[in-house]
């Protein structure tokens, strides 16, 4: 098993672009989440999932959205990235929501 | 509003020198609490999780206790290997935030040989 997966890594993107930062695990977890990790602050929530078709906002929704069209899948869209997105951010699952979960790698996004 | 306290910020410590770090939250209801390691680089690990007052709960070198005002993460001859970023996270119970993790900003444990 993968776990999750997060792509890209790393990315830079010029302020006012858009991009798609993507999730995936393999665990047939039905709750899936986003958060950010900024130097000096815990990780906050952005969006999450309860299941496919169902999505609801967190902690700092502001400038993302998501979608859940498979059990497998998370993207999470930066509509017009700002330098206060700047940040690293984590995608994670759970089998239910009392359950531990599981983060991926984490991308670190640059905006300049 | 929840709140998660983690202390110290960061611990430095020799080789087999034991100590504990402290979380102190404050929730409406508690679902659950959450002990992660996260290493420089890397997504959050599990450790733990507890769900009520008097729980203990031990992997390896590592044992996390919880009350209803604190949890501590007591780590026994720790070491180099020990050395990491712990994270601490409530879970609420009810309400419109029964999904969400409240994260501690976390202790910065270095272990020296």
């Known amino acids: 098993n993968a776990g999750v997966t997060q792509t890209p890594k790393f990315q830079v993107l010029k302020t006012g672009q858009s991009m798609t930062l993507q999730c995936a695990q393999d665990?047939?977890?039905?709750?899936m989440s986003w958060y950010r990790q900024d130097p000096g602050m815990g990780l906050r929530l952005i969006h999450y999932s309860v299941g496919a078709g169902i999505t609801d906002q967190g902690e700092v929704p502001n400038g993302y959205n998501v979608s859940r069209s498979t059990t497998e899948d998370f993207p999470l869209r930066l509509l017009s990235a700002a330098p206060s997105q700047t940040s690293v951010y984590f995608c994670a699952s759970s089998y239910s929501v009392q359950t531990e979960a599981f983060f991926g790698q984490g991308t670190r996004l640059t905006v300049v | 509003e929840d709140q998660v306290t983690q202390s110290p910020e960061a611990l430095r410590l020799q080789e087999g020198e034991s100590s504990s770090l402290n979380c102190s939250y404050t929730?409406?209801?508690?679902?659950?609490l959450f002990w992660y390691r996260q290493d420089p680089g890397k997504g959050p690990e599990f450790l733990f999780t507890l769900y009520s007052a008097g729980e203990e709960k031990e992997k390896e070198r590592l044992k996390a206790t919880l009350t209803k005002k604190e949890s501590f993460l007591h780590i026994t001859a720790p070491k180099p290997e020990d050395s990491a970023t712990y994270l601490c996270a409530v879970q609420a119970s009810g309400g419109g935030s029964n999904y969400k993790l409240t994260f501690g900003k976390g202790t910065l444990l270095t272990v020296n040989p």
């Open positions: 929730v409406s209801g508690l679902r659950g």
């Open positions: 665990m047939n977890h039905e709750y």
